[in-house]
């Protein structure tokens, strides 16, 4: 697939996502909260700075301690899916899947015709 091919498909996909979530459900640009996250990891670098040392970066396995935290990530993304599963399992109560059950991966949805 061509870049421009892919970015049409991209394009494609995310007018048909922002027709299914009205203004009134707008969560807001991704850069809410950009400025909190910045400041949350600076105040764990200044953390790590005094409870091992400012060189502590450099006397460890960064390595090592970055795969331990992946796999850290993955457990905690399993756990975060199965909490969405379970909530989607709720909201779904007509059986009707929303997403990850069909061929579209991304959870597209097609028209139904009638329902509003």
């Known amino acids: 697939m061509t870049a421009e091919a892919e970015r049409d498909r991209l394009r494609t996909w995310a007018d048909g996502r922002a027709a299914l979530y009205p203004a009134a459900v707008a969560v807001g640009s991704k850069y809410e ?12 670098l200044r ?5 091992y040392g400012p060189d502590s970066w450099g006397r460890h396995d960064m390595l090592a301690e970055a795969m331990a ?7 905690y993304a399993y756990l975060k899916w199965r909490q969405l599963k379970v909530l989607q399992e709720r909201l779904d109560a007509d059986g009707q899947p929303r997403s990850l059950t069909g061929e579209d991966r991304l959870g597209v949805q097609p028209p139904q015709v009638g329902r509003t």
């Open 47 to 51: 953390f790590g700075d005094e409870k």
């Open 69 to 75: 935290e992946m796999i850290d990530l993955g457990n």
């Open 33 to 44: 909260g950009l400025d909190e996250y910045r400041r949350l990891m600076d105040d764990k």
